[in-house]
């Protein structure tokens, strides 16, 4: 079936370092779109990036992806975190006109001063 | 304005008892869905819908009923609340396409006695 693992279940950074959260998934349909969510806390999960171009860099806020079919990889990277980045974040897909998103178990974001 | 809205936000509920939880959502989505939070298993799927009566099983459905009236209302139902029903339920409401993200209300905090 259809997978998103996130391997990470607490990533911890010091303010200003860079930060990667990794993502990777299996998946059967030949289309797909895969999405990053941010919870902060006491909040609602909500998109932050989203994608479904094979080797595009995508970007928002700071955040960048690329999505890499050859690995079935859809990392999270930020080259200088911040104390407000710290969250829950998703990774998540979507296939061609499926109803569900598949979601992984997710990643807290612990950012340090 | 919230485009998806749930009530209520917290509830307290004895085992046995009878709980609903309601979700309206104002974006005009064809589908919409019922989550449930927990921390170490991230967002997991109890039922969804894609219209108007129309309500299907999602990954965790036993011990859930859900009931879709309206395009705008999407209710969850639990019977006979247990203790492990315990968690954050967060209602989401999305369209097809997969590029489509979904949207979030803002959580249910249920604690079963």
């Known amino acids: 079936g259809d997978s998103v693992t996130q391997t990470e279940g607490l990533v911890t950074v010091t303010e200003g370092l860079p930060v990667k959260l990794n993502c990777t998934y299996q998946?059967?349909?030949?289309?797909?779109?895969f999405f990053w969510y941010v919870q902060y806390l006491n909040e609602a999960p909500q998109v932050l990036l989203k994608?479904?171009?094979?080797?595009k860099r995508t970007e928002h806020q700071g955040f960048h992806a690329t999505l890499h079919k050859s690995s079935s990889s859809f990392h999270l990277q930020k080259s200088s975190a911040q104390l407000s980045d710290s969250a829950l974040y998703y990774c998540a897909l979507k296939g061609t006109n499926a109803y569900k998103v598949i979601f992984g178990k997710g990643t807290h974001l612990h950012v340090l001063p | 304005e919230a485009a998806v809205t749930q009530s209520p936000r917290n509830k307290v509920a004895v085992t046995g008892g009878k709980v609903t939880l309601s979700c309206n959502q104002t974006n005009n989505h064809n589908n919409m869905y019922w989550y449930r939070q927990d921390t170490g298993h991230g967002l997991r799927l109890i039922h969804y819908s894609y219209g108007a009566g129309s309500t299907e099983k999602g990954d965790i459905p036993d011990g859930y009923k859900a009931s879709r009236p309206s395009q705008e209302n999407f209710s969850l139902i639990l019977e006979l609340a247990t203790p492990s029903q315990t968690s954050v339920y967060f209602c989401a409401s999305g369209v097809q396409g997969n590029y489509a993200e979904q949207f979030f209300g803002p959580g249910t905090r249920l604690t079963v006695l």
């Open positions: 998946t059967t349909y030949l289309t797909i779109a």
């Open positions: 994608s479904s171009t094979d080797n």
